[in-house]
């Protein structure tokens, strides 16, 4: 009698990550002076397997808060931002694997590295990266060895026997061996 059983479950079979860092190019209503801050808001993806890869699309709000004629007037300049990063993926076993079941996490939520205005004077190159781990999830197959069904674990422990309990030495024994985690019948009633 073969001892050997498969086990098929769920499982990560595929992972990828990628970092990345892109500058976007703002145009506000009005020539800046300079900029006072920048932010990014209201990060939404989504992400789906592509053969080899997870393409993850997505798209956030760029604000930047500037002052102009002459640091006079200040104002907030938002945009949205439309992304799609392609994440390799590396397999464990084989990537003939047919599951689109896609777990996404976001590493490193976008976020503002610099702003600068151009060279023209009248627009903002903002630096923004983001970082995505993806994995994929799929059916695998675990091997277990079967052991017969009257086949018990040896265990190592002690038999002990119950006495009667009538000294207050033996109750103070008890309770002190209550301590170490050795628990007899007799001292539960």
């Not at 098929?8 to 800046?32: F, H």
């Not at 640091?71 to 590396?90: G, P």
């Not at 190159?125 to 983001?130: A, D, G, L």
């Not at 799929?138 to 069904?149: A, D, M, Q, W």
Request: net charge negative; proline share 3%; glycine share 4%.
């Amino acid at each position: 009698m073969k001892r050997l059983r498969q086990i098929v479950t769920k499982a990560v079979i595929a992972k990828g990550k990628k970092r990345t860092e892109c500058v976007e190019t703002l145009s506000p209503p009005n020539a800046p002076t300079s900029i006072l801050g920048c932010w990014v808001i209201n990060h939404h993806y989504q992400a789906k397997r592509n053969g080899k890869f997870v393409d993850v699309t997505g798209k956030f709000d760029v604000n930047v808060w500037y002052a102009y004629s002459n640091h006079s007037k200040t104002a907030v300049h938002t945009e949205t931002i439309t992304y799609k990063d392609r994440i390799k993926l590396s397999f464990r076993d084989g990537e003939e694997v047919d599951s689109n079941d896609v777990k996404t996490r976001v590493l490193q939520q976008p976020n503002c590295i610099e702003a600068v205005i151009t060279k023209q004077g009248d627009k903002f190159q903002v630096t923004i990266e983001r970082e995505f781990l993806v994995e994929i999830i799929g059916e695998t197959t675990v091997v277990i060895n079967v052991h017969p069904l009257d086949y018990e674990e040896d265990w190592s422990y002690e038999e002990s026997s119950q006495q009667p309990s009538s000294s207050s030495s033996s109750s103070s024994s008890s309770s002190s061996s209550s301590s170490s985690g050795d628990y007899e019948s007799s001292s539960f009633s």
